[in-house]
């Protein structure tokens, strides 16, 4: 199993904007689907090896991942946020996922 880290999570106001960072050891992020989670809950984007994105509803269109050039980093660009966007975000890979391995998450929190 292998940690992967959050950050970038903090207060916002209602319709601010957010960028959170997903970065793991060696080759872990580069080679994998990486998921971000809302409160280990909810599956809210996820990005395939060669870039291919998929989010839940509740944020299409208001958010962005991405992989950074290296692919070392994953990115969630979160945009336009509502209160209910509010939690704890975890990036992951599915095999973690699977074994119920979390890191620490980041929280994000968004004032009406």
Do not use: H
């Amino acid at each position: 199993q292998v940690q992967l880290v959050e950050s970038g999570g903090e207060s916002v106001q209602a319709g601010g904007s957010l960028r959170l960072t997903c970065i793991g050891p060696g080759t872990t992020v580069a080679w994998s689907k990486i998921y971000w989670y809302r409160n280990q809950r909810e599956m809210v984007a996820s990005i395939t090896t060669d870039g291919s994105s998929d989010y839940t509803d509740s944020v299409k269109g208001r958010f962005i991942i991405s992989r950074d050039s290296d692919k070392r980093r994953v990115y969630l660009q979160m945009n336009n946020l509502k209160p209910e966007d509010a939690g704890i975000y975890y990036c992951n890979t599915a095999q973690n996922i699977q074994d119920n391995y979390w890191g620490q998450g980041t929280g994000v929190a968004v004032s009406p």
